[in-house]
Structure formats: C-alpha cells, structure tokens
C-alpha cells in the first residue's frame, strides 16, 4: 500500500498493531480515569424550569421569580375500607395531622377534607424545600402514614403525591432497567457465541461494549453540569453502548478472521481490517454522531442531553474498536478463537459465500423492478398509519398502574378530582396595577368554579407575592393531562378567559401553564422542529456518504433507504402503542399516544445506526466493481460476503433493543420495539429486496460522478480472490 496515504482507522490499526501492550495499557487508564470521574463529580440533574418551553416556561419562569412557586404537596388518604365516614376515621385523621406536622421538613398539614360522597378525609401536607427534589425527603412521611396504618388495620391510611410517585417511580425503574441489562448481555453473548463458534471471540466484544458503557457513565457526569440530565440519558447510554459498542466490534472481527483464514498472520490480518472494516466503523460512526448532533436542533433539553450521552458512548465505542482492539487481536493471535464450541465452529467456518442467500437475493437482482415496487409498496403501507400518530409527553397518570402509589392515586382522584391536573395562571403586573390584576384574577377564579371543564370539589385559588407585582390563579380539572377535556381548560384559559379578564390592563405580563400546558408546548415545540431535524441529519448523512464513496447516487439511495426504514417504524409505532390490540403481547396498557418525544430520538438514531452495516455492505459492494465485477455480481458478491457479519450485527441490535421492549415503562417499552422493528426491517426487507434491486436497476450509474476502476486501484494490490485490501479513503 505504499504511495497511498492511510485514512484514520488504517493507521490507528498499524500503530496499535505494532505498540500492543501501549494502545492496551493507554486503554486501560483512560477507562479508569473516565469511569472515577463518576465517583467524584456528581452528575447535574435538571430543573423543572429548564425541561419547559414556550408559554408554559413563562409562566413557570414569573411564579419563580415572584416567589410564588408552592411547596410539594403529599395527600394522605383516610377512610373505612367499606362504608361512610366514621368516628375512627376521624381519630386516625387527628392523630396523622398531630403525627405529620411534628415532622421536620413538614412546613404545614392542612385539616382533614371530606370527600363529597363522605367516605374519605384528605389531609394535604406541604413539604418544606425544593419540590424538584422532595422526593428525596418524602420517606418519612410515608413511614409516619404506614405506622399510622398498621396501627388502624380496619381503615385505609394511604399517602400519594408527586414526590412519593416519583420515589416509588424511580425504585422500580431501576429494578426494571436492571433486568434489561441483566437479560441483554448474556443473550448478546450467546448470539456471538453463535456468529464466532469461538468463547473468546464472543467476549471481546461484550467486554468493549461494557467499558465504553461503563467510561461513558463517567464522562456524563462530567458532561451533565452543562447540559442537566432529566432522568433518561443512562438509560440512552446503556442502550447504544451496548448495541454500537458490539457492532463495530462485529465487523472488525469477522474480518480479522476472514484474513486469518486466507494466511494472512495476526499483524497482517489486523491491518486489512482495520483498511477496510476499521474504515467502515469510522464512517458509520461519524454518521453516527452527526446524526445525534441534529437533537440539538430540537430546541428541548431532554433531547439534547440524551444526544450528548449517545454522541460521548459512540464515540468512545469507536475509538476503542479502531485502537484498543486491534491491539488485543494482535496480542491473542490464534487463541481469539479459543475455546471452540463444538459443531457451531464448524458451521461458522464452513462456507464464506451461503447458497441460502444467493437464493434470497435471486428475485431483487433478475427482477429488480418488481422486486423494488413491491418491498418499497410494502413500506409504504406500513408507514401509512404514522400520518395519524398522536404524541403526548408522559404524565404521572401515565405510570403503570403496578405501583402501589399509582393505585392510590387512582383514589384520590376518583374522590378529589382536581388533583388530576392543575391549571396555572402566571401574571407580572406593573407598578400601580397590583391591586386591579388582583381584583381580576379573584373575578375569573370565581367565573371558573362555574366553569364545566374545571373541578369543584376544591375551588380556584390565588396567591399573590410579598410585593403584590405577581399573582398566580391555580384551578384544578377533573380530567388528567392528554385527554381533550384538560386541553380544552387550557385553550378556554389562554384563548378566551385570561384575554377578556386582564383586557384594558397596560404592562401586563401573563401565561397559562400547568402539567396539561406544559404537555401542549412540549409536543407543539417537536412537531414544529421535527422538520428541520429531519432535513439538517438527511443532508449530513448525504454529505457523508459522498466523502465515503465519491458518489452522489449511493448518497441519494442512502437518504431514501432511511426515509424508508423510519417511516416504517413510526406507522409500526401508531399501529402497536395508539390502539390495545397489543397490550398482552407486549404485557402493557396502551395510553392512545406515541410519546411526544420518542419519533424524534428514533430518528436520529435510526439514521445513524442503519449506516452501521449499510456502509459495511456498501463498501463491499463497491470493492467488487473496483475488481472489475458487473453491478449485478458485485452485489451479490458484497451482500453475500457480509450476510453473516450483518446478520450478526442486526441480532445483536435486536436482542439489545428488544430486552427495553419488554420493560414496562412505557416511554422505554416504545423506544425498545420501535428500534427493534426497524433495525429487523432495515436487515431484511431494505438488505434484500430494496438495496440490491436499486443498485442492480441503477448499474455503473451508482457511482455517478466518479468512475469507478481508474486511478484508485492502481496502488492497492490484488489478493488471492481478487478483492482489493482497501476501500477508496475519506
């Protein structure tokens, strides 16, 4: 390869190649280091104020300001478990509120409230400190309410509040997230059991995935004192670690072996791999990135800290598969295939080129038309279902009705509606209206207590600051967020009741917040960025593949292959999460909605993963036209040579995503299946009917504006099948 100059992974795989105890020790370190950075710095979680956009971060932004933002509110429920109120039940209520007020971080417990039907008292506890964080304070209230309980083993004691929500939340979404893992890396392990035949060479890399992972967790926490995490960024890196992590680990490997098995030693196969594959993880990597990159562009926090943990976990997944592994190759040699397991190793070696897919790419690549109308039909209708996808951001209501706190809020609202959602009127008023907006507010809180779209069982109240220059309106709906009665209470308030009540008040400043709003804005914000996002990631993606292959047309079917693919997922998406026809298949309760956030993360990763073996199998293709190959030989060629490396990538993904799948918290359940499916659909329907058949339709024109076979292959030499030992250099 002399005269030629070396691209990235080419020389990265050399020097690690010929320094293998350095790139293995340098590895080891900058993992040690990565990882205590966790232990030390603790990571930034986000506020509350930070996560909101539009009015509803107004509104936030002048309760903040004017120091009118309540306290978190625990409700402790009493009542007989059968039957009205009694003088027990009132006892209990007297000696909860004695019990709960003596309490430090308790600022205040509210008398006892009877439900209208009379079968339940309600006492409202006010929870001193940042209600952000009351969770973390929350404990013994709920020990005060148990010992309450257990001393009135005939009546129902029960507390629920957002705080204890979130505690109760949290616990069992660890447990859950826990059993993803423990499940996805033996299952991962066994599939490249399968691939490799070999106990070694399936480990590697599990072991790679897990220190990019575990190095990742470290760097977040460093990372999260810029962009806060709102809770689901480990969940995201854990995800993507392990899947990319493994992959590009995959494609190394598989061709290490494929040199080994021609004669090539351990030094030399590692340098045609890292020339190739290596090459392949680069591209796909940096496509990877860009495409996380277009989150930022989403203008919401939550997306753009979930994008900076995947953009760190890739990154370090594809640093360590074109550095440290080339090195660990290397320094095993032979033993990487040690110790064999019966029987798969004789079939993982048995035959490069499987009749099985010559068979299954015969129709795309004799019949090309057909075969790419009917798989591109096939899409089509699939994705159809996506025009009608309604998106709503998670709300508390829509936790799994498992957790215990989840069932007494069941309760609670069944008996005290208005704590099913909270509408909030936010108002700054200038010197000298003080007094008027007050007056208004009083004026529309009363028009609302006769209002049907709001609750009556505790009426609208106002606060109002020290200085009097703000004001807030609270008026509770007897339906939670996401249903069209809370977002008919908002748009009443914002479009014709807050309007005609603060008319002819100069200088005032007003928004209309709360949960249901907060849901409104947060969802109205992506669909209005969806667009853009989509546009910026295709036109990286297709300036990507340009640099990689010198061709406009591979760029062009790139694009569309994705637009395919993702399109397909979201209407699997509307079809499996907004109807219940899949709840006891996939053991969850549909809420009607795709969550708000979820098509636009899948987006973006989709666009990046799907390169991950597109530019592997592209690459190979391309490398058989350069050999002098016709178009309809090269792919099949290429397709066939990389079936099993691809399969094996795509299973691996599968396993990965799927085991999220099969979580119960809904937001994690979507994410999981809608990866999967599109992963399964990008490995099958886009591999062997749609790739092939448009690249044998479109011929020598796929590589338009380059002409492939003039100059590139002049230094790089021929091996003994007639391959050349690397692709054309970004």
């Not at 493994?246 to 890292?274: H, N, P, Q």
């Amino acid at each position: 390869m002399t005269g030629k100059k070396r691209h990235f992974a080419s020389r990265m795989g050399r020097w690690s190649a010929n320094h293998p105890w350095w790139a293995v020790l340098v590895w080891l370190l900058l993992t040690v280091v990565a990882f205590s950075i966790g232990t030390v710095v603790k990571g930034r979680e986000a506020t509350n104020q930070e996560l909101l956009v539009g009015q509803a971060a107004t509104a936030d932004r002048i309760v903040n300001e004017n120091g009118l933002r309540g306290p978190a509110t625990e409700n402790v429920l009493v009542g007989p478990l059968d039957g009205r109120l009694d003088d027990a039940s009132a006892a209990a209520a007297a000696e909860l509120k004695q019990q709960l007020g003596a309490l430090a971080g308790v600022a205040s417990v509210s008398d006892p409230i009877p439900s209208a039907d009379q079968r339940v008292l309600l006492l409202q506890v006010a929870v001193e400190g940042d209600p952000d964080t009351a969770n973390d304070r929350v404990a013994p209230l709920l020990a005060a309410t148990r010992a309450v309980q257990q001393a009135h083993p005939d009546l129902r004691v029960e507390e629920v509040g957002e705080a204890s929500i979130k505690s109760d939340f949290q616990d069992w979404l660890g447990k859950d997230l826990q059993k993803a893992t423990t499940i996805s890396v033996p299952v991962t392990l066994v599939i490249l059991a399968l691939i490799f035949g070999a106990v070694v060479m399936a480990g590697v890399p599990v072991l790679l995935g897990l220190t990019a992972v575990a190095s990742t967790l470290g760097l977040w926490a460093l990372a999260s004192q810029v962009v806060p995490d709102p809770g689901t960024v480990t969940d995201v890196i854990v995800l993507m670690g392990l899947a990319v992590g493994v992959d590009y680990c995959l494609f190394y490997l598989r061709r290490f072996r494929e040199e080994t098995a021609k004669g090539y030693g351990a030094t030399s196969a590692v340098e045609i791999a890292a020339a190739t594959s290596g090459h392949s993880v680069v591209v796909s990597g940096v496509a990877v990135l860009v495409s996380m990159a277009g989150l930022y562009l989403a203008g919401d926090l939550m997306l753009a800290s979930m994008a900076t943990g995947a953009i760190i976990v890739v990154a370090v997944a594809m640093l360590s598969a074109v550095t440290v592994l080339p090195a660990l190759l290397v320094k095993l040699g032979r033993a990487v295939d040690r110790p064999r397991i019966p029987l798969v190793w004789r079939l993982t070696r048995s035959r490069s080129n499987p009749r099985a897919w010559n068979f299954l790419l015969r129709p795309a690549t004799r019949h090309p038309l057909v075969s790419l109308v009917l798989a591109v039909g096939a899409l089509v209708a699939l994705a159809l279902p996506a025009l009608g996808m309604d998106l709503k951001a998670t709300q508390i209501a829509d936790y799994p009705r498992t957790l215990a706190t989840m069932q007494s809020y069941d309760r609670l609202l069944a008996e005290f509606p208005s704590n099913a959602n909270t509408d909030v009127v936010a108002v700054k008023a200038p010197a000298g209206q003080q007094e008027a907006v007050r007056g208004r507010l009083e004026q529309l809180a009363e028009q609302l207590g006769r209002e049907p779209l709001f609750a009556r069982d505790i009426p609208p109240t106002v606060r109002v600051s020290a200085d009097g220059r703000g004001a807030v309106l609270e008026a509770g709906t007897p339906t939670p967020p996401g249903t069209s009665p809370a977002r008919d209470s908002v748009d009443r308030l914002r479009n014709v009741l807050v309007p005609a009540a603060l008319k002819d008040l100069p200088g005032v400043e007003y928004a209309v917040g709360g949960d249901q709003a907060d849901d409104m804005d947060y969802t109205a914000n992506l669909k209005d960025r969806l667009p853009m996002v989509m546009g910026v990631v295709f036109a990286l993606t297709f300036l990507i593949i340009v640099l990689a292959f010198r061709s406009v047309v591979v760029a062009l079917t790139t694009v569309v292959l994705n637009l395919l693919s993702v399109a397909a997922s979201f209407g699997f998406l509307c079809l499996v999460f907004q109807h219940t026809w899949a709840d006891g298949l996939l053991d969850y309760h549909s809420t009607g909605h795709v969550v708000s956030w979820v098509p636009v993360l899948l987006f973006v990763i989709l666009s990046g993963l799907s390169l991950d073996y597109h530019v592997f199998v592209v690459s190979r293709i391309r490398e058989g036209v350069v050999a002098g190959m016709t178009t309809r030989n090269a792919v099949l060629d290429g397709i066939t040579r990389t079936a099993g490396v691809v399969t094996g990538a795509a299973a691996v993904m599968v396993a990965v995503f799927a085991t999220f799948g099969t979580l119960t918290f809904i937001e994690l359940k979507q994410i999981g299946v809608g990866l999967a499916v599109a992963i399964v659909l990008d490995a099958t329907v886009i591999r062997i009917f749609v790739l092939p058949a448009a690249m044998t339709l479109l011929g020598r024109a796929n590589w338009w504006p380059s002409r492939t076979g003039r100059a590139v292959t002049a230094d790089l030499p021929r091996r003994s099948d007639g391959a050349y030992q690397e692709p054309v250099d970004v």
